[in-house]
């Protein structure tokens, strides 16, 4: 339940961050048709979900590498 230091205060649930400060993270549900869209400081935003499994799958794990694309 993190939230921006560099947006607005945004809340970023589930965030898994990588490459410094940049994140993947789940967006409010009124945001999800906005998905794919420009919207934020360099983060990916997903839904929410799929942000929650993306979470869990990775935990605390060191070393993951995540590849956007």
């Known amino acids: 339940d993190h939230r921006s230091s ?7 649930p589930w965030s898994v ?6 994140a993947t993270h789940g967006t409010y549900a009124n945001s999800i048709s906005d998905l794919g869209t420009k919207a934020s400081a360099g983060c990916v935003r997903l839904e929410p979900q799929r942000a929650k499994d993306m ?5 605390f ?6 590849i956007v694309q």
Request: net charge neutral; charged share 10%; glycine share 12%.
């Open 6 to 12: 560099q947006w607005f205060d945004a809340f970023m």
């Open 55 to 59: 979470f869990h799958l990775i935990g």
């Open 17 to 22: 961050f990588f490459n410094g400060g940049v």
């Open 61 to 66: 794990a060191k070393n993951t590498l995540i």
